[in-house]
């Protein structure tokens, strides 16, 4: 179904991809990266163009703004972050429009051995003669979350335009470093004042998500003992093999991302990193439930403490650190924001369905923090990875959702 949002989607989702904005982990500064400011400007420049009001970057790197009421409301946040993933190659990013998509392979300009399908990514098989967007094979596309921003751009222009839809205020939040877990600075919540929120940072048309995984972050530290190799014996102890022998007790089936799915959780290697001398591991921790979380803190903990006692000579330490907690635990105590975006969902003719996320969104500490923020679908699929794709008409039926939101809240 085409609609009258489709083409300034497109225009919307190919001008910010094409926007280096990916963030990174190992850096201290805030936003993590300075080139996702580019994005976060071109956005304030455009929602002074739009109309909209109270609109600034602020010195943590959120764009904020305010589409203001027409009608008596609740104060509803639409949020979307603009970094995207640094797991894969994010520079450089030359989107391709695929239009009136035929339902065969989807192939890339820039790596020939890359086919996009139904059978690789089923939820194409529906996607015939519907506008299909991608990469062009050598990055990720950066639809998480450039299509939310798009979805939340577009829906916000509309009700500027067309000041005679009854709706209450609406304030958009623009978030950096959401990939890396760092994209609500505790002065967000107050700065958006809003009621409660949306994140539309999630997939397949109709999904409203209020469960998320819960997290946790793990850095082992190994000190051994540094000697020169030709006269080592007795000497030595060799942290990479201390690192190796931890790596190896972990379990390596049933608690491994590769092996796990539903609401399994999992421990992750993400990066090992030294040598000899020292070295570093990094996990990060995910379960659903607090209690299955902790028994993965205790499990590493365990394995630390084992591996160190065959080398007392070896400085073994397991730190381990809060990153956001499973949003389902405050939205079931009061569900009113979910009943109202299932209302929206079905007004825009889908069947709202729920799934646990395994992840989290910006809505997980904003949940967290006091402001009720499920997430809603965009459309984007095969996320952090060269086969990243998006319909277009998908993200017209989450900016439909979102207006049908802003009308709802005051009905």
Not at 174 to 190: H, K, M, N, S
Not at 238 to 264: C, F, R, W, Y
């Amino acid at each position: 179904m085409h609609s009258e949002f489709d083409r300034e989607l497109e225009e919307r989702l190919v001008r910010y991809a094409a926007i280096d904005s990916q963030s990174d982990a190992a850096s201290p500064s805030q936003p993590s990266t300075a080139i996702q400011l580019d994005m976060s400007r071109l956005l304030v420049a455009e929602l002074e163009e739009m109309g909209a009001k109270d609109v600034q970057l602020t010195d943590y790197g959120v764009v904020l703004a305010t589409i203001p009421a027409t009608a008596e409301g609740p104060l509803m946040g639409w949020c979307a972050h603009v970094d995207t993933a640094p797991q894969f190659n994010a520079s450089g990013v030359k989107p391709v429009v695929h239009r009136g998509y035929n339902g065969g392979d989807i192939t890339f300009a820039d790596a020939p051995e890359l086919k996009l399908s139904p059978e690789n990514s089923p939820h194409l098989a529906g996607k015939q003669g519907e506008d299909i967007i991608t990469a062009s094979g050598l990055t990720l596309l950066g639809g998480d979350d450039k299509a939310g921003v798009a979805i939340a751009m577009t829906a916000a222009r509309h009700l500027l335009t067309n000041p005679e839809i009854k709706h209450g205020g609406i304030r958009l939040a623009f978030t950096p470093d959401e990939e890396i877990g760092r994209g609500v600075d505790p002065r967000l919540p107050a700065d958006f004042g809003v009621d409660f929120a949306y994140t539309f940072d999630g997939g397949k048309p109709g999904e409203i998500e209020f469960e998320t995984f819960s997290a946790d972050g793990a850095v082992i530290k190994v000190v051994g003992v540094s000697a020169h190799p030709g006269f080592a014996k007795g000497k030595m102890v060799n942290a990479l093999h201390l690192v190796s022998k931890i790596v190896m007790m972990l379990p390596q089936v049933a608690l491994t991302p590769d092996t796990t799915d539903g609401t399994e959780g999992f421990i992750h290697v993400s990066e090992i990193n030294g040598g000899s001398s020292e070295a570093e591991i990094t996990l990060i921790l995910r379960d659903f439930e607090l209690d299955g979380l902790a028994a993965k803190g205790d499990l590493l903990r365990r394995i630390c403490d084992t591996v160190a006692a065959t080398e007392p000579r070896a400085r073994i330490t397991c730190d381990i650190t809060a990153q956001y907690r499973n949003m389902r635990y405050w939205l079931e105590k009061d569900m009113t924001p979910v009943d109202l975006v299932r209302a929206a969902v079905a007004d825009v003719g889908l069947d709202p369905v729920s799934v646990p996320i395994r992840g989290g969104t910006d809505g997980s500490r904003l949940t967290e923090m006091g402001v009720p923020c499920p997430n809603v679908f965009t459309g984007m699929q095969e996320i952090h990875g060269p086969l990243e794709w998006i319909s277009v008409q998908d993200m017209a039926l989450a900016t439909r959702v979102a207006l049908a939101l802003a009308q709802r809240a005051v009905s």
